[in-house]
C-alpha cells in the first residue's frame, strides 16, 4: 500500500473508496487490541535481500547480480508467455510452477518490497534439478553451473515471447579459438558464441593473469596442420572477438581433485582491477600487435 501511495496517489484513492472501505464496513471492531506489529521485518536499508534457505549462496548472488543489471531486469518483469500459472503443493504453500513466473515474482520483490528480505523458496521449488526435483537447498554447488543450467532454460522459457533475444544483446559476446602453426604461419579461426567469461585461477594473481595466459595458450604436440601438410606443435589460443553490453566473468575457483574425486575449491587470493580493459585481449588488437592483419 505504502508502494502504490508513492506511484500512484490515484490508484491508491480509487482501491480505498471501491475495495477497503466496503471491507472494513464488513468486519465487525474489535473490543481491544492485542497485538504489537514486530518492526524487524522491515527494511531500513536501500536494497532487499534474498532468504538464504541453506547451500543457495550461489543462486542467491547470481539473482542479485542478474537484478542489478536494469536492461536485463525490466526486460524481464516485461515478459508475458501466455501461460497460467500452475500451481503445486510444496511445504504447506501453493506454488507456481514456472521458473519465468517464480524469476518474474523474485525481481518484483527485491524492486518494490519494503521488507529486509524476499524467500526465495519458489524460485528453488521452479528451478528443477536433472531429475525433476525441486533445487536441494542443502546442497552447495558451481555457480557456473548453475550460470549455465539457467541460462539455457531461460532462453527455452524467452522463445515464444518477444523478449527471446534478451540474454543475447545483454550478455551475449564471441570469442575466437585460434590454431596457429609455427612451420608455415598458418591461422585457423573458430567462432563461439559466449554468455560468460571462464577464467582460470590456480597459481595465477589476478584477472589480467588469466586473460593473458588465454591469449598466449597452450601448445598441442603431433598435431596434423592441414596448410603444410606436417606434424607440428600447434598453439591453441583465445581471443575476445565480441565484447557483450555487459561482460559476467566467471572464476574457476571449483576444481575437479582426482586424487579425492572430489570437487575443491580455491581460496587463494585473487586481484580483478576497477576497470577492466579488454582491448589488449581483443582478436584485432593481438593480430594487430603480431602482424597477422
Known amino acids: 500500500m505504502n508502494e502504490l501511495i508513492k506511484r500512484s496517489p490515484i490508484i491508491m484513492t480509487n482501491f480505498i473508496e471501491d475495495q477497503l472501505k466496503p471491507l472494513l464496513e464488513m468486519i465487525k471492531k474489535p473490543k481491544g487490541w492485542n497485538y504489537n506489529p514486530p518492526n524487524s521485518s522491515e527494511r531500513v536499508q536501500k536494497y532487499v535481500g534474498l532468504k538464504n534457505l541453506g547451500c543457495i549462496c550461489y543462486m542467491n548472488s547470481m539473482m542479485q547480480q542478474f537484478f542489478m543489471i536494469p536492461a536485463f531486469r525490466y526486460n524481464m518483469l516485461c515478459v508475458d508467455d501466455g501461460l497460467p500459472e500452475d500451481n503445486k503443493e510444496y511445504k504447506h504453500e501453493t506454488i507456481d510452477d514456472n521458473m519465468l513466473h517464480q524469476m518474474q515474482r523474485l525481481f518484483a520483490h527485491l524492486e518494490l518490497s519494503e521488507r529486509m528480505d524476499y524467500n526465495p523458496i519458489g524460485f528453488t521449488f521452479s528451478f528443477k534439478e536433472f531429475d525433476g526435483a525441486p533445487t536441494n537447498t542443502s546442497e552447495q554447488k558451481d555457480a557456473q553451473e548453475f550460470l549455465n543450467i539457467w541460462a539455457d532454460r531461460v532462453e527455452n522459457a524467452l522463445k515464444p515471447t518477444s523478449r527471446k533475444y534478451l540474454l543475447q544483446s545483454v550478455f551475449g559476446g564471441k570469442t575466437c579459438s585460434q590454431l596457429i602453426c609455427p612451420e608455415c604461419g598458418k ?107
Open 187 to 293: 591461422v585457423k579461426n573458430r567462432l563461439e558464441d559466449q554468455l560468460n567469461l571462464s577464467l582460470t585461477v590456480k597459481d595465477l594473481q589476478s584477472v589480467n593473469d588469466s586473460l593473458e595466459q588465454l591469449v598466449k595458450g597452450e601448445v598441442i604436440s603431433d598435431f596434423k596442420c592441414d596448410g603444410c601438410n606436417k606434424n607440428v606443435d600447434i598453439t591453441k589460443r583465445t581471443l575476445i572477438a565480441e565484447t557483450p553490453n555487459v561482460l559476467i566473468v566467471h572464476l574457476q575457483r571449483i576444481l575437479f581433485d582426482f586424487d579425492t574425486c572430489q570437487n575443491e575449491k580455491l581460496n587463494q587470493y585473487f586481484e580483478f582491477p576497477a576497470l577492466l580493459d579488454l582491448k589488449p585481449y581483443s582478436y584485432h588488437e593481438v593480430m594487430r600487435r603480431e602482424y597477422r592483419v
